[in-house]
């Protein structure tokens, strides 16, 4: 989940997520013929895929399933798996559940088929499955922090070079999720849309200068100057990663000095971009926010993922954490009707053997 740098891992720029206590499980052995037999606990059946057929975008989780595995088989002998999988992180939420999947599958087959495991490789073998099966143009944060993510800490992520440091979060600091209980389905949402707009406005600076490659490239000095031949929407889309790319190295400092005033203006600062620049929020999801900033114990909030419903993330004063999850969920409720899911949690560690 990712305290902040919404829509910045696209435009090569920086994200702060962390690791939280919802998972993917997988079991796995191997079997001689190339194909997988998957079983999954929430649908029933067999699901059977032969590796070695001609594919192109699959749908459903077969799609990170069959995709992790036609990935690892490319450049190793065909083989294949059975494979079990249950899980508990809610999918369309903006939690990443596509990236957790990928990653427990690839470690479990990595595992069975004695293949070697590089967490940061199989970040970016989980990305391609994301690009080529399922049909999602999305950066690397969720497979980085899925790979990647230490017990007590966040995971400061450089995009354009992949460079990372894990950053601690303050013991007296609770992480919350809270689930709206929305839902989106990304590929057919606007976030492909989101990505085109910010390509177009990088196309048109790189004609003047040719060093600008990606957002993470341009100052507001050189977007406000470009501002009179870019479309109005692209150009608030821009607007809001320009500023959005600062946020996460602010809040990670904001964490080591226990900073509560700076962490909670950063927070607000990023849900007003993504909802006023960049058009991603909803209206659970600002209700959500607002019931939570509302809270005395509160530290900041701001929606997370990709956005289009989903949930928000709130740092939290863990003295009051109890109490800010049961007030906060009755608040948005009654102002909603709806049932949301709210949940305290530590930073936890990423994908590991069982």
């Known amino acids: 989940m990712n305290l902040v740098g919404g829509h910045t891992d696209y435009n090569d720029g920086f994200v702060l997520p962390a690791g939280i206590?919802?998972?993917?499980?997988v079991a796995a052995r191997a079997v001689e013929t190339p194909r997988l037999e998957v079983a999954f606990s929430s649908i029933s059946g067999r699901h059977l895929h032969d590796l070695t057929s001609q594919v192109g975008r699959l749908t459903g989780p077969m799609a990170y399933v069959a995709g992790v595995a036609r990935e690892l088989v490319r450049e190793s002998d065909v083989r294949g798996a059975q494979v079990a999988?249950?899980?508990n992180?809610?999918?369309g939420a903006g939690l990443s559940?596509?990236?957790?999947l990928e990653l427990a599958v690839a470690r479990a087959l990595s595992a069975v088929w004695g293949l070697n495991w590089n967490p940061l490789a199989a970040a970016r073998l989980g990305r391609r499955v994301e690009h080529v099966y399922a049909g999602v143009q999305c950066g690397i944060m969720d497979q980085m922090a899925s790979a990647l993510s230490a017990e007590n800490h966040s995971l400061l992520i450089d995009c354009r070079s992949q460079a990372h440091e894990r950053v601690p979060v303050p013991e007296r600091w609770h992480i919350v999720v809270m689930d709206t209980g929305a839902r989106r389905t990304l590929a057919g949402s606007a976030y492909n849309d989101r990505r085109a707009a910010c390509e177009r406005v990088v196309t048109a600076l790189a004609v003047q200068d040719p060093a600008i490659h990606a957002l993470r490239d341009v100052n507001l000095e050189r977007l406000s100057q470009a501002q009179p031949r870019l479309d109005p929407t692209d150009y608030r889309r821009a607007l809001h990663v320009v500023q959005e790319i600062g946020r996460p190295n602010a809040l990670a400092e904001a964490l080591r000095a226990e900073d509560t005033a700076r962490a909670g203006q950063l927070l607000a600062a990023s849900h007003a971009g993504l909802r006023d620049l960049y058009d991603v929020s909803s209206a659970e999801l600002d209700t959500m926010v607002e019931c939570a900033t509302a809270h005395p114990g509160c530290i900041g909030a701001r929606m997370t993922g990709a956005g289009f419903g989903g949930c928000a993330v709130a740092?939290?004063?863990?003295?009051a954490s109890d109490a800010?999850?049961?007030?906060?969920?009755?608040?948005y409720a009654a102002r909603t009707s709806r049932t949301p899911s709210l949940f305290s949690s530590p930073a936890v560690a990423g994908t590991r053997l069982l």
Do not use: I, N, T
């Not at 206590?21 to 499980?25: D, E, F, I, P, T």
């Not at 740092?315 to 003295?319: D, P, S």
């Open 21 to 25: 206590g919802r998972y993917a499980w």
């Open 85 to 87: 999988v249950q899980g």
């Open 89 to 91: 992180v809610p999918m």
């Open 97 to 100: 559940s596509s990236a957790a």
């Open 315 to 319: 740092l939290v004063h863990a003295e």
């Open 324 to 331: 800010f999850v049961a007030e906060v969920a009755s608040a």
